[in-house]
């Protein structure tokens, strides 16, 4: 079973980003998901979640309003949208599978993790 996130990069305050998240070798539609990010040397925190058909989303009050989470089970993939990105946006961002089918911002209820895509943002 593996997460594969993908679509970071360095961009400028302003800019946009497109996250995504690949499942492969099960498929995660029962499943919440979510983004989480972390700084070096600081805890990983929560971004968004999604719950399994998409019909609830949640979000950390920093990222409300500008980024959006998505997801497609007929592809197993998971997506994050983020807009008007600040230089504390700057982070590695996780996309994590759920053990449960609702949104959590709880990293312990999360059982699946991927390895990590590293969004910079400069001013």
């Known amino acids: 079973v593996q997460l594969q996130a993908s679509g970071g990069g360095m961009v400028r305050a302003g800019d946009s980003l497109r996250l995504s998240c690949a499942a492969s070798g099960r498929r995660f539609s029962n499943n919440g998901m979510g983004w989480f990010r972390q700084v070096p040397g600081e805890e990983r925190e929560f971004v968004a979640g999604i719950m399994w058909n998409g019909g609830r989303t949640s979000y950390a009050d920093s990222v409300k309003d500008r980024f959006t989470i998505s997801r497609d089970n007929s592809k197993n993939m998971l997506y994050l949208q983020m807009n008007s990105l600040k230089p504390d946006d700057t982070a590695v961002y996780y996309c994590?599978?759920?053990?449960?089918?609702?949104?959590?911002?709880?990293?312990?209820?999360?059982?699946?993790w991927g390895q990590g895509t590293l969004v910079t943002v400069s001013s």
């Open positions: 994590a599978a759920s053990r449960f089918a609702v949104p959590s911002s709880q990293s312990a209820d999360y059982n699946y």
